[in-house]
């Protein structure tokens, strides 16, 4: 059972839903017709803010991370001043990749709503869902191949982690 | 059966990944030391140049998005002008996370070699398990909830992108 906050009723969640995901399918057909980079866009949101919008600039930036999600993650943050977003929504135009699904993890926001989905991605040439199927295979058996080099000194840097006094942990 | 280019023998390349971990352990060591970030490091590598090299700096830049794998190929595309790193080969002081696994195959190098595995990082404290565990699951039943609210529009970008004329795939 989900749980409102004060003066919050379903139906103004479901507006908010409506409204932030319209607004990302706007950005995703602006940024990706104006030549930034595939038809994605994604907002971050806390309360009533937009803290940063992100759209895919891969193409346009030489950069294959710079998805739509990761793009906005770390706008928000330089907002923010911070690597977590603790309290806010992730908005995406479309289901996140692996990729997008692993920076949500690592900045920790409250929740993601997303329209399309991975599947929508895959029927226009997106093939996130490869990338989903090659998560679970051993390092080995993947169409890149993960080769797992064991080196004497692998453990010196976790070694030295841990006893660092004024480590930040993340 | 792996082949090997023209005088290049097996010992060959174990001696170019000890020397290619080797410094990847002395980055991640000296930089978690320097406040940059978690104790990890990479580099991207084509023949016998190293392209780029890139280090933990979640903490220091207030990205979290900036782990050692991803520094690394935004820095070699950077230097390369592209968005693909065919050819190339990714050192990595530890086994990617999903995040930097997702990013590795958006752009594509050659082969991922590393030293370290996920058990080392998660008994570390750096729990790359649980984001694996994540997503295997399915979106409403992850410890972030990820919900999927269709939208009328949701197929928009995507129908427009399929005939857009000048579209660069990646």
Request: aromatic share 8%; proline share 7%; with cysteine.
């Amino acid at each position: 059972m989900q749980t409102y906050p004060r003066s919050m009723s379903r139906d103004d969640e479901s507006a908010r839903h409506e409204l932030h995901l319209a607004a990302c399918i706007d950005d995703a057909l602006t940024s990706s017709r104006g030549g930034a980079g595939g038809p994605f866009a994604a907002r971050v949101v806390r309360g009533d803010a937009v803290l940063a919008v992100g759209w895919n600039q891969v193409t346009s930036a030489n950069d294959p991370t710079a998805h739509a999600e990761v793009q906005a993650i770390r706008a928000a943050c330089r907002t923010l001043g911070t690597f977590q977003l603790t309290g806010c929504t992730l908005y995406t135009s479309c289901e996140p990749c692996p990729m997008c699904l692993g920076a949500i993890y690592w900045a920790r926001p409250s929740a993601v709503v997303f329209a399309a989905t991975r599947h929508d991605a895959a029927a226009a040439g997106f093939d996130d869902a490869l990338v989903y199927e090659e998560i679970a295979r051993s390092p080995g058996a993947r169409r890149i191949p993960f080769e797992h080099v064991p080196h004497p000194r692998a453990a010196e840097p976790f070694a030295a982690w841990v006893v660092l006094p004024d480590r930040i942990r993340y």
